[in-house]
């Protein structure tokens, strides 16, 4: 009796040593993803969105504070998370494409083969170093006209690619704060610069219509050109406007 239990109990492990043999490549090769953004079928899972304003120039120091911002966001960046950059000018087009767009997939290693898993391999090739090479243009500052802020966080929100089914979502704004266009500016003494409710109004309108609301908003306020003075301004500004709409910002020098 003892000998066929054993046997039984043999046959047994025997079976699940083989189910596990030929489920560990699977388990090992990870979810199904979508081979252009390294995202798993089923979405992504949380996204943190840069957002950089390149309508006026920077100094090299500033520059260097955002390449080091950037590099540290997607290296903290967690695991099934996507990550996005725009940047935009004073010619403000609406649908501009993304820098980069993708997700992080992981770096579990095989335990078997002892090697990266393939789709880590392809986050490293495409985020890592094409990042440094979008780093170059980040940080090659423009100068222009316009600074459509406002325009543009309402654009990419909205979009339905930066829409995660699950998981928080972050906009991470990197401008020095000076909207200027047609629905509010910060310069000069026309009618409405400057003015606290225009811009509360504008805010408004915008987060109600691009779903911006349900997006963590942390802004770093970049110098650029202009005095200390006029930066403070517009900072005051926006975060009374923002306090006003119950809209929580972290909000920090670059």
Known sequence: MK??????????????SL????????????????????????GPVGHTLILVDKS????????????????????????????????????FEPGFPALISLCNPGK??????????????KWVEKFGR???EALTVLTQPAKGNQSPIVEAIGDVVSRRENRVPSGDRSLVLVSDMLQNSGQFTVFGNGAGARDPERLRRLLDKVWQDSGAKSW???VHQVQGVYEPARLEQAATLWKQALQKLNITASWDRL
């Open 108 to 121: 579990t290693a095989s335990e078997l083969i002892g090697n990266p898993r393939r789709e880590y391999v």
């Open 19 to 42: 189910v596990g043999f030929f489920a560990a490549p699977s388990l090992l090769r990870g979810p199904p993803r979508d081979q252009e953004t390294l995202c798993a079928k089923t």
């Open 216 to 218: 963590v908003l942390s």
């Open 56 to 91: 006026d120039p920077w100094s090299e120091v500033q520059a260097g504070r955002l390449k080091k911002l950037v590099k540290q966001i997607g290296d903290e960046l967690p695991a099934e998370r996507m990550l996005s950059i725009y940047v935009f000018n004073d010619v």
């Open 130 to 132: 094409p990042l440094d």
């Open 3 to 16: 000998t066929e239990n054993w046997a039984i109990v043999a046959s047994v492990l025997a079976g699940i």
